[in-house]
């Protein structure tokens, strides 16, 4: 597995949009910090950055890179490795390199900034963590689905309206719930649901460590009030692990069973 | 040396292998024939395990392919369509190959030198014609010395003097007792290189023997009037 990871790595290092991807986060790193000067309000913006487009572009990318490298794939096949290997090792592959160009391209302006000098160090790691685990996320997602179809056009608008209902349509339901059952207490109900979606959950996760949770009014003061801050942070890291391990499974077990 | 039993295979509701036995004897050059969504790439696909059959069993030397992957450095395959990750450079493409297989003993060299591929070593697969990348493709299936060789359409997009090295390499092959299967639909190219034809017809084995036998069965003088007459008695 570790030499597919390492061909599909060097394959996407050598391509344009890793650079284009990479040059993005460093241009945004550096407008939002010399041009705002304040840390915490820049990470805050960078959240809501990271939290919509870390799905969107791990969702399009593992999508994309499946289906342009399916004649490699059927080359790889022939040869004596492993099928899981093939696959798992171009997630991997695909979750790593567009998980440093994030992680490069804003760990650049921010070690200018000076931010080893600085408090903001851990909400800072925590937002790199969390969009490292949200590239991971969407991008075995992404490879679950283009698995399971093999018409391109489908596999897109499926990648696309998960990436939508997890990213906007998720929140609204989530919210139209909350006004709907207002009566009724719905402190659970409302940290299930925040759970149930990687999107949210990254969110809150971030918050929490900035304490500024009154910012997101409901979910936020739910969480603060029942698992108090480091309580919350494991059990949404837990939560994190199982959103990039269930996928994975997917991704190994429909690739066991399908046919090239 | 392949043995395969009664092994059917759907797509959908589309039947394409209706329970196909054949068994394949070391040594010796096989070509599989027959019109186009006959199953003879799911065939060959099967043997290499791209394709799960549904049913039926295949085995190699003796031992079943299910559920194994290192019976595969016994074969070379040769894809029907040569797509390549295109960010690679020809050099780089043959090293990742050889490293997946971790193979040492190659003759790379060699068949760059033949099919002249020099010049293109450096260069990036995307931007190589399509006669070029087969000519690659040719490369990384002969370079290693397995036992079995699958050849899906090796013709295709190749220039008259480059198909003539290739036949002198599938006669190399085959004096040094190796077992290759070809498919292909020029019959010229068959009829001149097969020991042994299989002709498949809707997902099943209609006829396996030389070609003069076929001509025999047909009662046709040359070998592209007996495949038409199996093709013209079928569809009539």
Request: proline share 3%; net charge positive; aromatic share 14%.
């Amino acid at each position: 597995m570790l030499k597919i990871l390492k061909y599909s790595f060097y394959d996407l290092m050598r391509s344009r949009w890793s650079y284009v991807y990479f040059l993005f986060y460093l241009l945004l790193g550096v407008v939002l910090l010399f041009l705002n000067n304040d840390l915490s309000k820049a990470v805050i913006t960078l959240m809501n950055v990271i939290i919509i487009l870390v799905p969107l572009i791990g969702t399009i990318f593992g999508v994309m890179y499946y289906y342009n490298s399916r004649e490699f794939t059927e080359l790889l096949l022939a040869q004596p490795v492993k099928r899981s290997s093939i696959f798992l090792g171009q997630y991997l592959g695909v979750a790593t390199s567009l998980s440093m160009s994030l992680v490069i391209g804003l760990g650049f302006p921010f070690v200018f900034y000076g931010i080893f000098n600085s408090s903001a160090i851990w909400d800072f790691s925590l937002l790199l963590i969390t969009g490292a685990f949200l590239t991971f996320i969407f991008t075995a997602l992404a490879f679950v689905i283009a698995l399971s179809n093999e018409n391109k056009i489908k596999g897109f608008g499926y990648a696309i309206l998960l990436w939508l209902f997890m990213a906007v349509i998720y929140d609204g339901l989530f919210l139209m719930s909350l006004l709907y059952f207002e009566d009724y207490p719905l402190d659970k109900f409302s940290l299930g649901a925040t759970m149930l979606n990687p999107v949210d959950l990254s969110r809150v996760l971030i918050l929490l460590k900035l304490d500024i949770s009154a910012l997101l009014g409901y979910t936020g003061a739910v969480f603060q009030k029942f698992f108090g801050t480091n309580f919350g942070l494991v059990l949404s890291f837990v939560m994190l692990v199982c959103w990039v391990i269930i996928p994975t499974f997917f991704i190994w077990r429909i690739a066991k069973k399908k046919d090239f | 040396m392949i043995e395969i039993k009664d092994i059917h295979k759907k797509f959908g509701k589309n039947e394409v292998l209706k329970g196909i036995d054949l068994s394949i004897n070391q040594g010796g050059i096989f070509a599989i024939l027959g019109p186009n969504g006959s199953g003879k790439t799911t065939l060959i696909k099967s043997i290499l395990g791209m394709v799960l059959p549904d049913s039926g069993e295949i085995s190699i030397n003796g031992k079943s392919l299910k559920n194994s992957f290192k019976y595969r450095e016994n074969i070379d395959y040769l894809p029907q369509i040569a797509n390549f990750p295109g960010n690679l450079k020809v050099k780089e493409l043959i090293e990742m190959i050889k490293d997946l297989r971790n193979s040492k003993a190659t003759n790379d060299r060699e068949l760059i030198e033949l099919f002249k591929l020099q010049p293109f070593l450096n260069k990036k697969l995307v931007n190589l014609s399509g006669g070029t990348k087969q000519k690659v493709n040719l490369v990384l299936t002969f370079m290693f010395d397995g036992p079995l060789i699958i050849l899906d359409e090796p013709t295709s997009g190749l220039d008259p003097i480059s198909h003539l090295r290739l036949k002198n390499l599938i006669f190399a092959e085959k004096k040094k007792g190796k077992t290759i299967l070809v498919t292909s639909h020029i019959l010229s190219f068959v009829e001149e290189i097969a020991d042994e034809i299989v002709f498949l017809l809707e997902g099943k084995i209609y006829f396996k023997g030389s070609i003069t036998e076929l001509k025999l069965k047909t009662s046709q003088p040359d070998f592209e009037h007996a495949i038409a007459s199996i093709l013209s008695a079928s569809y009539a």
